[in-house]
């Protein structure tokens, strides 16, 4: 079908593989003879468009050298740390080999005999500037400059691996991976029969709920297992036994001894979480949201709440909870969301915590009272004026929590309070408020405040007829029948025709109109994914209308020396692709944040 012969085939499903765009199910070891079936792995095929936005959120919660080492294991889907050792530290031997290398497993830099970088500026992988899916702010290789972002020693290569894994970035590649979703659960129900049933198969319901809890926690510890950091990795990243040994060839890292930590290391196989990316972006567009509401100084408090929890969440959702009734532990992953007002007045020293507040509230807590102003007797202010850095310790903790009643207060419930200084984050709550306040906006974009009253009503009462639909939107049915046939064509509202006679007349129907927000969640999304390739579509179409010129301004001694070479058309025509180029692109980024809130951020909702 495809035309190609097998050696090309295999080629290429090795690289789908590595990239993780495609899941593989291997044979039986007992009985090699059985094919191995391939499937298209779409999630983390859609992760492709976010390469640019990984190794911003990287760059700005650590710095350039480890969004330097993010940025190349994007490129590579997943490598062993020899392989990437090699590609950022080249040794003579390889050097003086005669064959192209580069990257590891032969991504990006290829080498002359001498060994100096064709493609490379300075003699590193780390050094090349090069920039990821149009991102310009993020410079995952680097530039020329000592603080480039560049990375001098194999130590500190181990160093930001081991900061990486610590905090979930970077986890372990192991062959449960990729497995298709029905064959990790088929493996894992397979373990849980061996462990609950006494024979080949549950028999009873009590048996059959007993595997299908045992399964979904199986399914959750081999996940959770991938995040744990090995302790050879430990060892090494503090300076024990880190030097870099060699065996059997140029590029073929040594297993001589099970006790060698740096051999361990050598071998071990990583690649990007990208459940962590899911936790990170919905941090970000949180922050967002309540700065748009709130105001910047209750973002930032709510910043450091987040950042505070990312560290002891894997994942921004549960995608194997416990079947209903099965014995689980929620009251322990509760304590993992709450956050206490000490640690949060503690972590906002360097914050102006009085903005934002109403300030009678400010002055109840410093102690001082509001005065007329001198020039203008309309305007109060406070009588003493506050430094906000010498603040005592209880006015400040005090500060803060009218802020977490801010948050509190909102409509979207950023937070909860639990007690006395205590509060938490109800992420699964707030996920579907956002996902429902983005139903609402494109329903208000297409059909106006009628339709968003009509998606209200209908959520509020659950299946209505037409008189009871316009009994609860207070309306006419001439009125409201174009909103509900033009929203059911769209998919965002559900009509059920009931017959009440045998036969199937309009006029003897009672039509039921209902709203699903699961549904609805579902129809968005879809209309999202084609706005997004419509959108990558029209942005190679534009690109291929200027490619010749972009093939000259692309040129090394065109680059930084625009004017001299090329003409002012050409310089217009350039200036003009840019800032289609940069209008497309962030229309694509809007888009793929509404992705990520219809479906990263939650589960699948229960229809209603």
Known sequence: MSYLNKRQINSALVILVQQHLVTHTPPDPDDLNKPTFYEIDWQHSYALVRCGRVVKLVQDRFDLQTANVVSNLLTLGHTRIADLTDAY??????????????????????RKRSGTPVNGTNGKVNGTGAHVNGDDSAQPNGTMKDDDGSI?????????????MDKGW???????????????????RRVAIQRVCKGPVPEGNKEIEQVAAFTQRE???VRDSWLETPQCMEQVSHGRNNKRVKMNGAN????????????????????????????????????GLVEQRLGAVTARIYRIMLLSLEGRIGHSFEEWPS????????????????????????????????????PSAVCNITGRYMQQSKENAVNWQINDPLDPTKLKTHERKALVEKHIDLLTHDPFHFATWVGRGECRIDFEEIAKTLIQH??????????????????????????????????????????????????????????QEIP????????????????????????????TYKGMVRIMQRLAFERGKVQPLLAKAERSDVVGNEEKYLSADELDALKKWKEVQEKLLLQLFREDDLVATLRDFVGPLISA
Request: hydrophobic share 35%; net charge negative.
């Open 500 to 527: 009440k006679v045998d036969r199937r007349e309009a006029k003897h129907s009672l039509h039921l109109v209902w709203y699903d927000r699961q549904r609805a969640r579902e129809k968005l999304l879809h209309d």
């Open 323 to 358: 079947p209903p009734g099965a014995e689980e532990d929620g009251a322990a992953d509760d304590e993992h969301l709450r956050i206490f007002s000490d640690y949060i007045a503690r972590s906002t020293s360097h914050l102006d915590i009085c903005e934002g507040l109403d």
């Open 438 to 495: 983005e139903l609402e906006n494109t329903i208000f974009a297409r059909k106006m405040p009628l339709g968003v009253k009509l998606i209200r009503a209908l959520q509020r009462k659950g299946k209505l007829d037409e008189r009871q639909t316009c009994n609860a939107m207070m309306m006419s049915a001439a009125d409201i029948r174009g909103v509900i046939n033009d929203l059911t064509v769209q998919g965002f509202v559900q009509v």
């Open 89 to 110: 530290f080249p040794s003579d031997e390889d050097s003086d080999a005669d064959a192209d290398e580069g990257l590891a497993n032969g991504v990006g830099l290829k």
């Open 170 to 188: 970077i986890m372990k590649a192991e062959e449960s991976q990729f497995l298709s979703a029905g064959d990790l659960h088929s493996a894992c």
């Open 252 to 287: 073929d890292r040594s297993r001589t001894s099970n006790n060698d930590p740096a051999s361990e290391v050598a071998e071990l196989v990583i690649r990007i979480n990208p459940e962590k990316i899911a936790v990170a972006m919905r941090t970000e567009q949180l922050v």
């Open 219 to 221: 399914k959750r510890r």
């Open 152 to 164: 001098h020693s194999v130590d500190s290569l181990y160093k930001i691996i081991h900061k990486l």
